[in-house]
């Protein structure tokens, strides 16, 4: 009887684990008009190799990003132009980062780790939707791309490499 419970608890543990096992963001709910600090959570590399890179797409409506450097790695952005222009603290704002990288260090696949940006909800998104952060996980030789967004009435769980979701609540 001892094995057979054993059993079933591996199983359930290496079975729920897999289900677990892409990147998300540790809070994923915030409201419309807040700061939000985003933590992209990295369970595992690819493929047992070690992750070496760390792309995340900003979504339209994110804005005044700033992500946090991490040591041993490098942090770049890429900057461009929003599709419309929002108010930030009395100010028009009409570009920033649409992108961050952190690269060259190594995270092998058996550790855990965290990516850290934040970053303003603007004020005129819509509570109630989802926004996502594409992210692209490079490792030696490997990557994993974390891109997809359900299409309207599909189930996330149904997706392979489901990208990080935060779910937009009203504004405070």
Known sequence: MNNYLLSAGVF???????????????????????TYKAVLRVPHGCEGKATTAVRVQIPEGVISVKPM???????QVKNGRYEKSYQ???????SGVKEVNWSGGSLPDEFYDEFVFRGTLAADLPAGQTL???V??????AAECWIEIPAAGQDEDA????APGLK???KL
Do not use: M, R
């Open 159 to 162: 997706l392979e490499y489901p």
């Open 69 to 75: 450097p991490k040591a041993g790695w490098t942090l």
């Open 136 to 141: 692209v996980q490079e490792c030696d030789g």
């Open 168 to 170: 937009l609540a009203p």
């Open 88 to 94: 930030l603290h009395g100010q028009e704002v009409s």
């Open 132 to 134: 996502y952060f594409p």
């Open 12 to 34: 359930f543990v290496l079975g729920t684990s897999a289900a677990f096992a892409h990147i998300t963001l540790e809070a994923q709910e915030a409201a419309v008009g807040s």
